[in-house]
């Protein structure tokens, strides 16, 4: 059984960069990568699971990149409406705990 290669980020990074360059089968066998690996690590850096650094995002990956801002803004928008909430929630909560404190001193006095 074959052992597992171990291949660091830079690599990988590098060997997709030259693969989008001159096409992954000569990239793969000037670098003496598996072409499955080297597509592999493709669609790593297309799902933005690898970094290529500033200037590398595809379309695609640049629309996915502009979704996933969309849907952080929107649950940003979500967690304040929530905060807020919660702020009014936690006043009452003080309000109500000041009047029962006070109420029960007064019964107390009597």
Do not use: C
């Amino acid at each position: 059984m074959a052992q597992k290669k171990v291949y660091d980020e830079e690599l990988k990074i590098q060997a997709v960069k030259l693969g989008r360059e001159i096409g992954f089968s000569k990239a793969a066998k000037e670098l003496g990568v598996n072409i499955d690996t080297l597509y592999g690590w493709n669609k790593r850096a297309k799902d933005a699971r690898l970094d290529l650094g500033p200037g590398s995002h595809t379309p695609d990956s640049a629309m996915s990149l502009t979704e996933e801002v969309k849907k952080l803004r929107q649950q940003n928008r979500e967690q304040a409406r929530e905060n807020a909430r919660l702020k009014e929630e936690n006043k009452f909560l003080v309000e109500a705990g000041a009047f029962f404190t006070a109420s029960r001193r007064r019964s107390e006095k009597a």
